[in-house]
């Protein structure tokens, strides 16, 4: 499935039935009174968060949601059937804005929550209703009223644990495949991974936490340099992030060069980005000059635990997964004890 973050969308929830104008009609009562029922309430629109899609694609080609409308009142005072609500599956992460005024209206950030964005229009009332001591036979009822229409604008912000940034080419994809059961495109040229990939890997009691395969970022991303601004609201929602630097001599960029221009970016983008804890792993130790280069980075750096790791052969992976869990925790032990 094509991984879709933006959409636009008109929601129209249901009108309300009419109501009904009728009289009773019974053998030797000729003039029978009003007997006309009211018309059902339209069906609300409702927008509910699911883990089950993680994409927007859905939205791209619907011009409209509408919910039923209710049904009309008849005689005998037999009120109109409501109309169907029309539920709204979105992925969690994401945010609903009103497409005319910019306002955010709901984000949705947890499993099954709603939201009913459009409510049903109120059935008319019956000429029944409308009998008086004084009008025994009004032959007048109520219409429905319209449901509510909205134009709304959503946008997707992945919600992981983990966020894996770095350069085009670092081993992302790679790294993630090894982390989890994710199964991204793998290649040897930049840009391989055009969309965020999320990957769940289980810790050492069975418990899974989300990690997600940031696509490559360089230098002027904030401006849309690359792959640019579009992927770094992504980085936003993540708990932690694992900074993944080529340390290959293959690279053009030396790993210190590499660290410092991510770090620039996520800071030009949004100054909360460089307070997001960060484990930095060097990657490609297997490879010519490696290890010399990370001696390099870490004396520049200076006393940073940095871990040293190959995706390719799997080399130092228990280790990075046994310190990606006990930050996890650490990070969800924060949230509950600074959670008001």
Same mark, same amino acid.
């Given at each position: 499935m094509k991984f879709i973050d933006e959409a636009s969308v008109t929601v129209q929830s249901g009108n309300g039935g009419r109501g009904c104008v009728s009289f009773r009609r019974e053998k030797f009562i000729e003039r029978g009174g009003p007997d006309g029922g009211d018309g059902g309430d339209g069906g609300n629109v409702i927008l509910k968060a699911t883990t089950a899609s993680r994409t927007l694609q859905e939205f791209r080609y619907t011009q409209l949601i509408k919910a039923e409308n209710g049904g009309h009142g008849q005689g005998q005072q037999k009120y109109g059937r409501k109309? /169907? $609500?029309?539920?709204?599956?979105?992925?969690?992460?994401?945010?609903?804005? $009103?497409?005319?005024?910019?306002?955010? =209206?709901?984000?949705?950030?947890?499993?099954?929550?709603?939201?009913? =964005?459009?409510?049903?229009?109120?059935?008319?009332?019956?000429?029944?209703?409308?009998?008086?001591?004084?009008?025994?036979?009004?032959?007048?009822? *109520?219409?429905?009223?319209?449901?509510?229409?909205? *134009? %709304?604008?959503?946008?997707?912000?992945? @919600?992981?644990?983990?966020?894996? =940034?770095?350069?085009?080419?670092?081993?992302?994809?790679?790294?993630?495949?090894? @982390?989890?059961?994710? /199964?991204?495109?793998?290649?040897?040229?930049?840009?391989?991974?055009?969309?965020?990939?999320?990957?769940?890997?289980?810790?050492?009691?069975?418990?899974?936490?989300?990690?997600?395969?940031?696509?490559? %970022?360089?230098?002027?991303?904030?401006?849309?340099?690359?792959?640019?601004?579009?992927?770094?609201?992504?980085?936003?929602?993540?708990? %932690?992030?694992?900074?993944?630097?080529?340390?290959?001599?293959?690279?053009?960029?030396?790993? %210190?060069? *590499?660290?410092?221009?991510?770090?620039?970016?996520?800071?030009?983008?949004?100054?909360? @980005?460089? /307070? /997001?804890? *960060?484990?930095?792993?060097?990657?490609?130790?297997d490879l010519p000059e490696a290890e010399n280069l990370a001696d390099q980075f870490c004396a520049a750096l200076g006393p940073t635990d940095v871990l040293r790791i190959s995706a390719a052969t799997a080399s130092g992976i228990p280790k990075l997964k046994n310190r990606l869990t006990r930050a996890v925790d650490a990070y969800h032990e924060h949230r509950k004890n600074n959670t008001v």
């Open positions: 109309g /169907k $609500d029309r539920v709204v599956a979105l992925p969690v992460g994401t945010q609903v804005y $009103d497409a005319e005024t910019g306002e955010l =209206i709901k984000d949705f950030t947890r499993t099954d929550e709603t939201l009913v =964005i459009a409510r049903g229009g109120r059935g008319g009332q019956g000429n029944k209703k409308f009998a008086t001591s004084t009008h025994r036979a009004p032959r007048f009822a *109520q219409p429905g009223e319209p449901g509510e229409m909205f *134009q %709304l604008r959503l946008e997707l912000k992945l @919600l992981a644990d983990v966020g894996i =940034i770095g350069f085009p080419n670092a081993g992302k994809s790679t790294l993630i495949r090894r @982390l989890s059961a994710a /199964k991204p495109k793998i290649g040897n040229y930049p840009f391989t991974t055009l969309t965020p990939m999320i990957g769940m890997v289980e810790n050492n009691f069975g418990e899974p936490f989300a990690v997600a395969d940031i696509p490559g %970022l360089i230098e002027g991303a904030h401006d849309g340099v690359g792959l640019g601004i579009r992927f770094l609201k992504h980085v936003e929602r993540t708990g %932690l992030l694992l900074h993944l630097i080529d340390a290959s001599a293959i690279s053009p960029d030396d790993p %210190l060069s *590499q660290y410092r221009i991510i770090n620039a970016e996520l800071a030009a983008f949004s100054p909360e @980005l460089p /307070k /997001k804890k *960060q484990l930095i792993v060097l990657n490609k130790m």
